[in-house]
């Protein structure tokens, strides 16, 4: 009976469960336990296990394979020492490294570049470690020539495994993908894309088509000759089926995995369906459409064993928040140490050319909304901080002889390093606004609130886009937000050097500051 075949297979091996009252009522509380408390769901893989291992462990073993080839090459040999410094240089890359990625790559050269400069800059990290820990034991296991050698040909070899990775991982998925047979219930913009990204996985087996509960006459136009990938125009669409027809159809065909690419809004139709599906032997996975909404950051994360989608989230969180605040400590250090003499001569000039303080202090919105203070070197004649803030315009009668020098030349907001040094702000970032203005604007401007997720920065991308200075115009600054908030969806510390070298351009180049 089906029903003693349910409540078999629920049962840990060697004890049978308490039986309840009626036979059908303990299948039922299998299926329909809603209670979300104890349950945990960990964050996994799609790939097979061979792949996974391949991405995570082969630039690794190239880094070690190429130390015992330099060694080799040397006439050294093999001692005990040198595998336990393979052992330890393996593991160190393991965490440095990032697995490979294995999108495809061959319409995408600019990703192809990113890689790149990814893996040359991580083999440099994972080697000043090594050499960091060469020098803290006092260790001379390998002559300074095998090192150098070691340093300059590792990246090639490196360069080569990530260029071959993309064939090595399909040859790895193709017992995989003989075996898997799978179908895509929803034939809409969400399951059209799934179709074309799995087809160009590795693993992703043989494809069945599409299902979906409405009339083909109802559907959209899928285009899937339009995808340009093997076989796909010729996949069926299949419609008006029901929630048994969708089981029939995966236990007639043997299929092993079944994807739900269904609206949010259908709850109780995909309640039923997995109820279904639940009498075949499928892998079920849910595609919910988070695509619809404007992404900001969009991950998946994990809360102790419970999934959540980050929709609209900061850049710079774990390993993301750190490297960015050791650039700008950095840069900090380095600019405060180089650049003193112009403080204190600056400084001296604004004292002695007009009446009152060399700094001006102003409240502004700074991470997550707060209040923080910022200081600039004093340009005008007025320090203005209250509800109503006028912003300069050229020929302002405010502006100081000094100021406008300065103010032109951006050197008035010098002072805004000691600001990234106490951690309210960043070199680069969103540029913070005067209280009054966040208020103004936050009511006229949808989303405007989202540039605070980061610290505000002295340069930002909506600055070297020319949008610097004096914002006129609701249009101005709502254009200035669209670059704060693509910023915040594209960050990364390249991004920011990048800005810092147009900064530089734009000073020299524009004067829309005044």
């Known amino acids: 009976m089906p029903e003693a075949q349910a409540s078999t297979a629920s049962s840990p091996v060697g004890e049978l469960p308490p039986q309840p009252q009626g036979q059908s009522e303990y299948v039922t509380s299998l299926v329909d336990n809603g209670s979300v408390q104890g349950k945990a769901v960990r964050l996994g893989s799609h790939e097979p296990p061979a792949v996974t291992l391949f991405k995570s462990s082969a630039l690794p073993l190239s880094v070690v394979l190429m130390l015992v080839v330099c060694v080799l090459t040397s006439g050294q040999t093999l001692s005990l020492r040198f595998w336990a410094l393979s052992l330890v240089t393996f593991l160190i890359s393991a965490r440095v490294f990032s697995p490979l990625d294995l999108r495809d790559r061959e319409r995408n050269n ?24 060469k020098i803290a034991f006092n260790a001379d296991a390998l002559p300074r020539i095998v090192l150098i050698g070691w340093y300059l040909a590792t990246p090639i070899a490196l360069l080569l495994v990530d260029s071959l990775s993309v064939p090595i991982a399909k040859h790895l998925a193709v017992k995989r993908s003989e075996a898997e047979r799978y179908i895509i219930i929803g034939a809409n913009d969400v399951g059209l894309e799934l179709a074309r990204r799995i087809a160009q996985s ?11 509960y409405r009339g083909v006459s109802r559907l959209p136009d899928m285009r899937l000759a339009d995808m340009r990938l093997p076989d796909m125009a010729e996949k069926p669409i299949t419609g008006n089926c029901s929630a048994h027809d969708f089981a029939d159809f995966v236990r007639r065909n043997f299929i092993t995995r079944v994807y739900l690419a269904l609206p949010l809004s259908t709850a109780p139709r995909i309640e039923q369906l997995l109820k279904e599906l639940r009498d075949t032997t499928a892998s079920v996975y849910f595609v919910p459409n988070l695509f619809a909404f404007d992404l900001v950051q969009a991950r998946c994360v994990e809360i102790n064993g419970m999934p959540a989608f980050s929709i609209c989230d900061s850049p710079l969180h774990g390993m993301s928040g750190f490297w960015k605040r050791a650039f700008d400590l950095f840069l900090a250090a380095l600019l405060l140490l180089l650049c003193w003499p112009v403080l204190l001569a600056v400084a001296a000039a604004i ?27 004093r340009s005008m004649t007025v320090c203005e901080d209250g509800p109503v803030v006028a912003q300069a315009k050229r020929g302002d009668r405010r502006v100081t002889p000094i100021g406008a020098f300065l103010r032109r030349t951006s050197m008035d907001e010098l002072p805004q390093i000691l600001n990234v ?9 969103p540029r913070p606004h005067a209280v009054a203005h966040n208020e103004e604007y936050r009511k006229l401007i949808n989303g405007y609130m989202i540039r605070h997720k980061v610290r505000p920065g002295i340069t930002g991308w ?3 886009n020319g949008l610097r200075g004096e914002t006129s115009t609701v249009d101005k600054m709502h254009r200035r937000i669209q670059y704060d908030i693509d910023y915040l969806k594209n960050w990364s510390l390249a991004l920011d050097l990048r800005i810092l070298a147009r900064t530089l351009v734009t000073v020299l180049t524009h004067s829309n500051a005044y």
């Open 462 to 464: 909506a600055q070297v």
């Open 421 to 429: 040094l106490e951690g309210k702000m960043s070199f680069v970032g």
């Open 202 to 212: 590795h693993g992703g087996g043989r494809f069945f088509g599409f299902l979906d």
């Open 351 to 377: 004292k002695v050319s007009s009446p009152g303080p060399v700094l001006f202090k102003q409240r502004r919105y700074g991470l997550n909304g707060e209040e923080i203070l910022i200081y600039k070197f």
């Open 110 to 133: 600019r990703r192809t570049g990113k890689a790149a400069a990814r893996i040359l800059l991580e083999w440099s990290c994972v080697y000043a470690i090594l050499v960091l820990l």
